[in-house]
């Protein structure tokens, strides 16, 4: 987000460091590693906060790891892989810090099997605005039956926060605005708060014994095929009938011819795979291994075949990391490119030509039908698209692929009308990205919840941050 400027910078390497500052500084702002697509990590004057000195990993040894909130997720993958082990909810950009994903509840890919970062958190340490440091681990504060969060005494005299009364949408993943839901845990106040309540110095996350996988790439010809091989393949993840899943699928991710279009030839070349024919879209799946992959194969074989897939698909098997770390490049390539070209616009016309794209999810009934509406009302507008997302989650990225200014506010429209269409199915318009500065994204939190439900975030804010000190301006105006 472009206009960012700053009172001044400092990176606290401890909790003690981080409190003086917070106490001490009339407006500041949590940044991570700056990968937030909505502004949130873009100052407006405050003093930034940032983590990166906070970078320290504690093996707990009981299935959970302590990480300074500047540890770089693959970093940490890195390490816990040392030990066989896994935090599963990366976000496609594996460079966010700890505290970062955790302040958007960020999701990834593996959504669709292990959940979003909330489901994997069990402690945090925050400092309040007003100095104060929190430990805080999950079922030490639960909400009253009367609908309040009352606060350890270490927090300040009496400080306690009205839980908001909106009812959050039943989607895969959420990130819009503050969780609220009778009887929550404190702790998942501030997962998803975006750095409006107070800064997350360290966490406690649960991990998994590392996963051994095998990714298919595999043809598409129309969206109704790969709706319909990403039902075929949630079907086989699920264990209905008890026991293990037929396929072990953690994730599915979808690639629209458009999507691919933008991806230069040398990329294609770098990671050996062929274009697809004209107008044909990869979905790329990633299937777990216990013991028999033969098995596994030949289930996917027949997954394809009753989907009336004919292109052989792309497999790599267990074991071949750089099989699978060529073909998340290919993946990885598509927003890059997108953005690449973006900044190619915007030098060439000298105008603020910028991302213009939504973070939609709607329940997997409804993901056909939500395909259909992004597609006719951009091509209804006259606007260059492409659609990426993760689409085993029915989280889809619709992306205009603005060519002048006027296109960026015209797709912004558009994008703002698919938003209501996508409430109208049961679905969010912010499901992994967070609000941000983004003022469209604020009025697409305005239109979810209401202006009664912002006022009910302000509350909460209030409460914790009376003098509206952490993050002014992001997910509501100041
Ligand atoms: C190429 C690309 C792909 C992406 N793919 C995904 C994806 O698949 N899924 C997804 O969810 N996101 C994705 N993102 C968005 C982004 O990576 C996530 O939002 C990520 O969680 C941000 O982490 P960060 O460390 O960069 O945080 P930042 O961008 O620095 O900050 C994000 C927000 O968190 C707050 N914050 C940061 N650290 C703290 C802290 N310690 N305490 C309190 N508040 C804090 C900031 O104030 C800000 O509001 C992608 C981004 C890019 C560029």
Known sequence: MPGGFAAGIAFPASIEEAAALIAAA???LPIGAQSSLTGGATPRGDVIIGTRALTEIARLGDGRVRAGAGVPLVEL???????RLYYPPVPTYDGAFVGGTIATNAAGPATFKYGSARRWV??????????AVLELQRGDVTASADGWLELPPTAGPRLRVPVPTYVMPDVAKLSAGYFARPGMDLVDLFIGSEGTLGFITHATLRVVPLPRRCVALVTFSSDAQAVRLTAALRARAGTAGGGAPALDVSAVEFMDS??????????FQRTNIARP???AGFVLA???VRDNEDEVLETLADVLSECDVDADPHVVQTGDDRGVARLFALREGVPSSLNALIAATRARLQQDVEKTAGDMIVPFDRLEESLALYRSTFERDRLEYAIWGHVSDGNMHPNVI???LDEVHRGRTAILEIARGVMAMGGAPLAEHGVGRSALKQQMLRELYGDSGIDEMRAVKRALDPDWKFAAGVLFAA
Do not use: Y
């Open 26 to 28: 009339p407006r500041v």
């Open 77 to 83: 993958q890195r390490v816990l892989a040392g030990d």
């Open 122 to 131: 069990d402690a945090i340490t925050v400092v309040l605005a007003n100095g």
């Open 258 to 267: 458009r999507a691919l279009a933008l991806v230069p030839d040398e990329i």
């Open 277 to 279: 024919p004209p107008g």
């Open 286 to 288: 990633q299937i777990e």
């Open 402 to 404: 603005p060519r002048s």
